[in-house]
């Protein structure tokens, strides 16, 4: 499996390539901003992008879904209370990020669901608390948190829809519980380094305690 973590935008977005290198397909999630770059790291791989993930529907995060959609043909998707804010993002807030409006979901998910390509499946992880529709993204060895889990951080919950109580509960019941040793991929590159692992997070991260 081919799993990098891009840097992208002016927001410290990180952007993951996620593919199977047997069969050539992979997911982009959170194609942010840099959408060239992006598809320029899938090409190099050999890869062709056949999902585009977003772990939630602010506009720091689809900012390049449109562009991206474009040039790949790839389905968008995206927790089903979320979906609404991927074509609803105010012109202002375009303008402000420097967006395209992004296109609707293709499909939607929900708690317990998976989003595979090639022979790589992701567990979906519902975490409200940042949005309604925050997801997170599992699979054995590792977690993507979007914006729920930072490193020695956590989501802002005051904006619209987010809430304190949701956001440590999807924490404390979803992520914490998870194996020590599982790595921490976060949504932003906010932290000292760019990834962490759940241990840390329950021993370090001052929001948890």
Request: include cysteine.
């Amino acid at each position: 499996m081919i799993l990098e973590q891009i840097q992208v935008g002016h927001m410290a977005v990180f952007a993951y390539l996620i593919g199977d290198e047997q069969t050539g397909e992979a997911m982009l999630v959170d194609p942010a901003a840099d959408v060239g770059r992006l598809l320029g790291e899938a090409r190099k791989r050999g890869l062709q992008i056949r999902l585009i993930v977003n772990t939630h529907g602010h506009v720091d995060h689809i900012a390049g879904n449109a562009d991206c959609r474009k040039e790949t043909g790839a389905k968008i998707v995206i927790h089903e209370l979320d979906a609404d804010m991927l074509t609803s993002t105010p012109s202002v807030m375009l303008r402000m990020f420097n967006a395209k409006a992004s296109p609707p979901a293709d499909i939607t998910v929900r708690d317990g669901d998976t989003v595979a390509v090639g022979g790589i499946s992701l567990q979906v992880f519902h975490t409200p608390g940042h949005t309604p529709g925050g997801v997170c993204l599992y699979s054995p060895g590792f977690v993507l948190t979007g914006d729920t889990l930072f490193v020695e951080s956590v989501g802002r919950t005051d904006f619209p829809g987010g809430s304190w109580e949701a956001l440590r509960n999807s924490i404390m019941t979803r992520l914490l519980t998870l194996p020590e040793e599982t790595v921490v991929l976060p949504g932003h590159n906010y932290g000292r380094v760019p990834r962490s692992t759940i241990g840390h997070e329950k021993r370090h991260n001052p929001f948890l305690r």
